[in-house]
Every structure is written in structure tokens, then in C-alpha cells.
């Protein structure tokens, strides 16, 4: 293995894992996701639903500081995590949106599966 090839796995393998703090509420016949993101662009994010799990990942680097750091509070690194959905979120009606630092994803709830209100007659 070339030396330049075992210089960079073994960076990866140094690489920070980050886990996002997430919120996770749910709102009449939706549920949204929102995770803190602040330095992560749209272009290094990856969305994806994989059977009954939502997986969220990327990457944050530290390219927007100049000189030297003296105090860094915000990781560098990869991120990733997954999240389980029940039978009630429709997997065709998911929308993503990340702003100001935060992603925000939408997760619908299937047509069948939202509350619904029964009326009641008389007579």
C-alpha cells in the first residue's frame, strides 16, 4: 500500500465524530426533525431512507478561519445518525431544508394514519 494512501486512512480514521443535537416534534399530521448544523453546507449533507430508517450524514470542516485558532468550540469532523420510523410516516412525503445552521426535516404521516375527527348525529 503506497505510503500516501496509509497517511490518509489513518486521517479518516482520526476524524472527529460529531453527533448533531436533534429535536424531534410531532405537529398535527406531521413530524419534524430538526438537528443543529451550523458550518455544514448543503453539498456535504446526505439524506436517505433506508427501510424503516431515516440515515442523516456529513461532514463540517473548519475552512472558513483564517490564521491560528486559540479557542475552538465547534468540532471538525463526520457526522452521522440514524433515526427509526414507525408505519405512520409516509416514506414518499419527506422534505429536507437546511437554514441559518439547522436542518429541518419533514416527515408526513400516511393518509390512513392521521387523526381524524367522527362526527356524531342524532335521531
Known amino acids: 500500500?503506497?505510503?500516501?494512501?496509509?497517511?490518509?486512512?489513518?486521517q479518516d480514521n482520526a476524524r472527529?465524530?460529531?453527533?448533531?443535537?436533534?429535536?424531534?416534534?410531532?405537529?398535527?399530521?406531521?413530524?419534524?426533525?430538526?438537528?443543529?448544523?451550523?458550518?455544514?453546507?448543503?453539498?456535504d449533507l446526505d439524506i436517505r431512507i433506508e427501510e424503516n430508517e431515516l440515515h442523516v450524514s456529513g461532514t463540517?470542516?473548519?475552512?472558513?478561519?483564517?490564521?491560528?485558532a486559540l479557542v475552538r468550540e465547534r468540532l471538525d469532523?463526520?457526522?452521522?445518525?440514524?433515526?427509526?420510523?414507525?408505519?405512520?410516516?409516509?416514506r414518499n412525503r419527506v422534505e429536507a431544508n437546511l437554514k441559518n445552521g439547522m436542518l429541518h426535516v419533514t416527515l408526513h404521516m400516511k393518509e390512513a394514519e392521521k387523526p381524524r375527527t367522527i362526527e356524531v348525529k342524532t335521531g
Open 77 to 90: 469532523g463526520d457526522f452521522y445518525r440514524v433515526f427509526t420510523l414507525d408505519d405512520t410516516i409516509d
Open 16 to 43: 472527529t465524530r460529531i453527533r448533531p443535537r436533534s429535536v424531534i416534534c410531532e405537529q398535527g399530521d406531521i413530524v419534524v426533525l430538526r438537528m443543529e448544523m451550523p458550518g455544514v453546507e448543503q453539498k
Open 1 to 10: 500500500m503506497a505510503e500516501k494512501e496509509i497517511q490518509k486512512r489513518e
Open 60 to 68: 463540517r470542516s473548519g475552512k472558513t478561519e483564517s490564521g491560528t
